[in-house]
């Protein structure tokens, strides 16, 4: 079937329902599908002729992709957006948008999930107990954290964080935050937390959960000077972009033994994983999925096709980042 006259729009990866039904009323959807990793200029060769792309986290939009002529949008499927230069965007006259708000419940499901089986130790406890070696039960055998009145410390009280909070209350969790912007007293007072500087954050949590966007602020903002205020029992929590910790440095720590473990989701060089925490039964290591639940990802790939959709129709979409762009 012919699609001649609409606008064409490049679907760097396949999204979920409703996403391609929306995509494909307002545009003339052109699948990549690329192998990964991506380099730019192939990137710009397929975006030649598009006036949008749907973009993923894994795909770099800088430069030479945004110089595209007659481009003008890119839609992140992700509520983070650090793999766009919105800058040279903006430069270019190129909306940005993201998908916020929809993945807040299950990325804060994600994270208190990974802090509950770092300290219960759940992902060695099923090796353990596939591999036949549960020969009964004994009283010293895979003992944990307590998670229960524990403390715990966010970094970043955005809409995640704030959800990490809420899920802690729960857990009769004494709760720390730190963030340059501070919450209200009424939501200070009805999350129960408070707000402290990143130092005491670190001497004093049990458990602390990174929820911070990736830019050139929060790179390596934990790194080994916070890993050494950092309590030797502690369990560190990173759900948020892998560059916000110095992996190195990390590894470093654990293996000194001045963290007691990490459950994490994101990764300095993704897809890369560093091979010291690869051999560490004290760490958790998911593959990004703290979004990944059926109705979240449906929802960010709906919300994604319908940033685009407005905007090769002539609108205003609604999750754009530089608003300057489209008066
Ligand atoms: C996932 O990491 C996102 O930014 O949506």
Request: charged share 20%.
């Amino acid at each position: 079937m012919s699609t001649a006259g609409k606008p064409r729009v490049l679907l760097m990866h396949p999204i979920l329902d409703p996403g391609p039904a929306i995509l494909a009323e307002a545009a003339d959807v052109i699948p990549y599908s690329p192998d990964l990793p991506l380099d730019e200029a192939y990137i710009r060769q397929a975006a030649e002729g598009c006036v949008g792309i749907v973009s993923q986290l894994m795909d770099p939009i800088r430069e030479a992709v945004l110089s595209t002529p007659g481009l003008k949008i890119v839609s992140n499927v992700a509520v983070g957006f650090d793999n766009i230069d919105v800058a040279a965007a903006t430069g270019h006259k190129v909306m940005v948008t993201n998908t916020p708000g929809v993945l807040d419940d299950s990325t804060s499901d994600f994270a208190f999930t990974l802090l509950m089986a770092t300290a219960r130790r759940v992902v060695e406890a099923d090796y353990f107990t596939r591999q036949g070696k549960f020969r009964g039960w004994a009283i010293d055998m895979m003992l944990g954290t307590d998670v229960y009145g524990a403390t715990l410390g966010i970094i970043g009280i955005g809409r995640i964080g704030r959800g990490v909070a809420h899920r802690a209350k729960g857990f009769n969790m004494r709760v720390l935050y730190y963030d340059p912007n501070p919450l209200t007293p009424e939501a200070e007072q009805q999350l129960g937390a408070t707000r402290v500087d990143l130092a005491r954050l670190l001497v004093e949590s049990d458990f602390v959960s990174v929820h911070v966007p990736l830019t050139p602020e929060t790179q390596h903002m934990l790194s080994t000077q916070q890993f050494d205020q950092m309590k030797r029992s502690a369990i560190l929590i990173n759900t948020s972009r892998g560059p916000v910790i110095d992996e190195a440095a990390l590894v470093a720590a654990l293996d000194a033994k001045k963290l007691a473990g990490a459950g994490l989701d994101v990764y300095e060089r993704e897809p890369a994983v560093h091979p010291g925490l690869i051999r560490m039964p004290n760490v958790v290591l998911a593959p990004h999925i703290a979004s990944a639940t059926t109705r979240t990802r449906s929802e960010m790939s709906a919300m994604a096709a319908r940033n685009m959709a407005t905007a090769v129709r002539g609108g205003r979409p609604p999750n754009l980042l530089n608003p300057e762009v489209k008066k």
